[in-house]
């Protein structure tokens, strides 16, 4: 398995800031991903994080607004920009490793409340 | 786009009752996921499959492949089961990881004493 923490666990911010969240995995990962989890619906894929190139986003998503960094193997950032009420949330981190490369693993997630 | 739908979208039982919630899909995947969310938001993976059934202690899980459903069994439920449980999918061909899951809204589990 793999070991994922998310910082912080949880904010208040004000419309117009940002936020940065970090993602931290006990060890090297193939692939890792950051969802979104809007008040009553399912999680969607924000977009993949690839070590050492741009980040894969997804329909609707867009670099502006989420900037993603993967400086290498075990780390990523996804900063929520320019917040506004419709950006309360939680966002998960996600990776895939090991030779079944099918299995995923979730992070406990950050909680994002934006006033 | 795979369209993952999920039945019910809530479920109150007793404790001890059997349970069953149902996954389907509109797409062939790789593999489908069994994820449980407790309150906090956190997310634990009990179950991936590709065919077939899995069980694990009093959960079980199966698929089928040809008719695009899922089924989570849950055997002698308990109040520590309540959590909303989601099924995800993987589009075909995931093999090198690179996809991301596609995800149903989730089953409101709730076991009551």
């Known amino acids: 398995s793999a070991v994922i923490s998310q910082k912080p666990s949880r904010d208040i911010c004000q419309r117009g800031t940002s936020l940065t969240i970090q993602c931290q995995v006990d060890?090297?990962?193939?692939?890792m991903f950051w969802y979104r989890q809007q008040p009553g619906q399912s999680l969607t894929l924000i977009a993949t994080?690839?070590?050492?190139?741009?980040?894969?986003?997804e329909s609707g998503f867009v670099i502006d607004k989420f900037p993603i960094s993967r400086p290498n193997l075990t780390f990523s950032t996804l900063t929520v920009s320019n917040l506004s009420p419709e950006d309360s949330s939680i966002y998960l981190c996600?990776?895939?490793?090991?030779?079944?490369?099918?299995?995923?693993?979730f992070g406990p997630g950050t909680r994002l409340t934006v006033l | 786009k795979n369209e993952v739908e999920q039945s019910p979208q809530n479920l109150t039982a007793q404790e001890g009752e059997f349970i069953t919630i149902n996954c389907s899909y509109s797409?062939?995947?790789?593999?489908l996921h069994w994820l449980q969310q407790h309150p906090g938001g956190g997310i634990v993976s009990l179950f991936m499959?590709?065919?077939g059934k899995k069980k694990h202690g009093r959960l079980i899980a199966t698929i089928n492949i040809q008719e695009k459903h899922s089924s989570l069994h849950i055997t002698a439920s308990h109040p520590r089961d309540s959590a909303v449980y989601i099924c995800?999918?993987?589009?075909?061909?995931?093999?090198?990881?690179?996809?991301?899951?596609?995800f149903g809204k989730g089953t409101h589990l709730i076991i009551q004493p």
């Open positions: 996600s990776v895939t490793r090991g030779r079944r490369y099918n299995e995923q693993f």
């Open positions: 060890s090297q990962v193939t692939m």
């Open positions: 994080a690839n070590q050492g190139s741009e980040a894969t986003y």
């Open positions: 797409v062939g995947i790789s593999a």
């Open positions: 499959l590709s065919s």
């Open positions: 995800a999918v993987l589009p075909p061909n995931s093999g090198g990881g690179a996809d991301g899951l596609t």
